[in-house]
Structure formats: C-alpha cells, structure tokens
C-alpha cells in the first residue's frame, strides 16, 4: 500500500520560509510524477507545483512562481517544497500527491495523496 506522510508544516511570519517534505513508501517511488496542492477553508484545493518522476520538468501554480521550489530525491523517497518569502495569503493545508502520470497530478487526478500538513502565515 503506497503511504504518503507530509512534514514540515507549521506556524511562520510573513516573510518567512518553510520546507515542506513528502515521505513516500510502499512502492517505488521513481515511477511517479509528483505534485503539491494546497486548500484553504472555503477554497478550492489547488495545485501548488509539480515534478516529473526523474525530477527534470516542474511547473508551478504563476503565482508562486519565484518563492516555491519543488525538488525529489529518488533515494530517499522524498519530495521537498521549500516555500520562500511567505504571505498571509499562503495559509492552508499542503498536500502531496503521486501519480502515474505527469498529466494525472497536473489534473489532480493522482493515484495517492497524503492526510496534509497545516502551513500557517501570520501578518
């Protein structure tokens, strides 16, 4: 059974960095595509950033682009979001997904998504 168990979240001022980690286990873990959404109260999950399975092709949400950075390491089963120069308005629960696909978490349509882990901003 895949299993997938974000760390890293928490309280932090604006302006303030975080790096969120994605543990994976239970299947291999180069054969996914991997992506991180977020999902504020009374808001549409949305997607975050993505990376392919060999870690060369990533995209993110435009407005994030320049603060949040997506990275895996294969050997360790991980993928990282280091989230930079954070506002208020990035307040929400983070979650990683896997999927069999680039296109499959793109959609967020991925096989396997994780419980999340709460990120908070304070002004």
């Known amino acids: 059974q895949v299993q997938l168990v974000e760390s890293g979240g928490g309280l932090v001022q604006a302006g303030g960095s975080l790096r969120l980690s994605c543990a994976v286990s239970?299947?291999?873990?180069?054969?996914?595509?991997m992506g991180w959404f977020r999902q504020a109260p009374g808001i549409q999950r949305e997607l975050v950033a993505a990376i392919s399975r060999g870690g060369g092709v990533t995209n993110y949400a435009d407005p994030l682009k320049g603060r949040f950075t997506i990275s895996r390491d294969n050997a360790k089963s991980t993928v990282y979001l280091q989230m930079n120069s954070l506002k208020p308005e990035d307040t929400a629960v983070y979650y990683c997904?896997?999927?069999?696909?680039?296109?499959?978490?793109?959609?967020?349509?991925?096989?396997?998504w994780g419980r999340g882990t709460q990120v908070t901003v304070s002004s």
């Open positions: 239970g299947s291999i873990f180069s054969i996914y595509s």
């Open positions: 997904a896997a999927g069999s696909t680039y296109q499959d978490v793109l959609t967020g349509r991925s096989n396997y």
